[in-house]
């Protein structure tokens, strides 16, 4: 089987695709990775082969600066619907020699569909949250703190998001099929939706025990368990890290991803004077462009990034924004949860692990004060059922095969078009 993997947005969107896509190779299988060059390195040290798209995510997520809630996600679509012809064009000389059986794409900015409709091969969306199939259980991921809505407005909601995330891509697009020779059908801007009207599937990266899927989805929305990309065994923590989680008890963990943090020296000085209120150690992660200028401690350990699966295991608590991937990492872990979300899916993660009472209530990013983080981190630290909680969810996670699950569902997708071809000649 020969997969063409199509990914874009944040490290949370691409990670998951990367470790399909070692799994596939994994189990003797083909896959080629398309991204922006940002998680290039990602791939190649997963021995995943990758071809770069036209895509600056440093300079989406400085568009994204300033916003959160609602607003977050309207720039992210905005910023990169105003990229996707350039990102086609790209996408497609990758994939067009690559004889692929299935795309298998991130619908953030809905490219996959319109590739496999040229090469004339299914396309399945895969998603690290439920974002696109409709359900009368919760609204979309992206309105999170919506009131709660009936079940009729809940299903019609995911139509107004899928709408709004490719209203910006929908004019680029067109342009590219019409150079392609591509129709103007109906429902060409749906990823869940076939050229020949069919549902195509749809994977969910995460895992059942926390979050199940919904009785009214169709066949075709699968959730896989979490995709997790493993850190390669040959890595070795850096020497000051290594050394300041020997020099006491285990730390807390704070990073936010690459979200743009709108006043980092306030927020520096809040985890600072924070971890020194409740005589805690904590790793800080300064992420892309978040909590720069903090400086090392006794108390404090900055570090630009470390692999989450190995780190998470060794904290005590995870401070974090909410994405999909961090979130799933420290379910995974074990670990018990402060989230502080910005925008798009994150506000819904961070509801979720409060509902599966493995996190403390904590407010937006932008919204933060001390006295709000030391109150979450002491419940956290304090609460030993919400403790206990998150361990054993985190021993459910790890006993699941998220991408092995996957790879058979692309299996099958994969001999079921291959039928239908035979079929045909």
């Not at 009214?216 to 989680?245: E, I, N, Q």
């Not at 933060?368 to 059922?385: I, K, S």
């Amino acid at each position: 089987m020969r997969v063409f993997l199509l990914g874009v947005g944040s490290q949370g969107d691409v990670r998951p695709l990367v470790a399909l896509a070692e799994r596939l190779r994994r189990d003797g299988h083909e896959a080629v990775l398309a991204a922006p060059p940002l998680f290039k390195p990602l791939a190649i040290a997963a021995g995943v082969p990758f071809a770069a798209l036209d895509l600056d995510m440093i300079r989406v997520g400085e568009a994204m600066a300033n916003s959160h809630g609602i607003r977050h996600f309207a720039r992210l679509a905005r910023t990169l619907g105003g990229l996707a012809e350039v990102a086609l064009d790209g996408a497609w000389a990758a994939a067009k020699d690559s004889a692929a059986d299935v795309v298998v794409h991130h619908p953030v900015l809905p490219l996959g569909q319109h590739i496999a409709e040229r090469l004339g091969i299914p396309s399945v969306v895969a998603m690290p949250l439920p974002a696109l199939v409709p359900t009368g259980q919760f609204p979309p991921p992206i309105w999170a703190n919506t009131a709660q809505l009936p079940g009729v407005v809940n299903r019609a909601s995911y139509r107004v998001a899928r709408q709004q995330l490719s209203f910006w891509s929908r004019r680029g697009i067109d342009r590219w099929r019409a150079a392609a020779g591509l129709p103007r059908r109906p429902g060409r801007h749906n990823p869940l939706r076939s050229p020949d009207g069919s549902a195509a599937t749809a994977l969910h990266a995460y895992s059942e025990q926390v979050l199940g899927p919904p009785e009214d989805w169709p066949s075709t929305a699968r959730v896989c368990g979490y995709w997790f990309l493993p850190t390669p065994s040959a890595w070795t923590p850096p020497r000051k890290l290594a050394a300041f989680l020997d020099a006491g008890d285990p730390p807390i963990y704070i990073g936010f991803g690459s979200m743009t943090i709108e006043d980092p020296r306030r927020l520096n000085t809040m985890v600072q004077e924070t971890v020194t209120r409740l005589g805690t150690r904590a790793i800080v992660a300064s992420g892309y462009q978040g909590l720069r200028g903090l400086s090392s401690s006794d108390q404090v350990l900055v570090i630009r990034h470390a692999p989450h699966d190995w780190l998470f295991s060794r904290v005590s608590a995870v401070v974090h924004h909410g994405g999909a991937g961090t979130t799933g990492a420290a379910a995974a872990a074990g670990r018990p949860q402060v989230i502080c979300p910005v925008g798009t899916d994150q506000p819904f993660w961070a509801k979720r692990m409060r509902r599966l009472g493995v996190a403390a209530e904590a407010p937006a990013l932008h919204a933060v004060t001390g006295p709000a983080l030391e109150q979450a981190l002491r419940q956290v630290l304090d609460d030993g059922g919400l403790q206990d909680r998150a361990a054993a969810l985190g021993g459910r996670i790890r006993a699941e095969d998220g991408t092995g699950r996957a790879v058979s569902l692309l299996e099958q997708i994969v001999s079921g078009a291959h039928r239908m071809e035979a079929s045909h000649l």
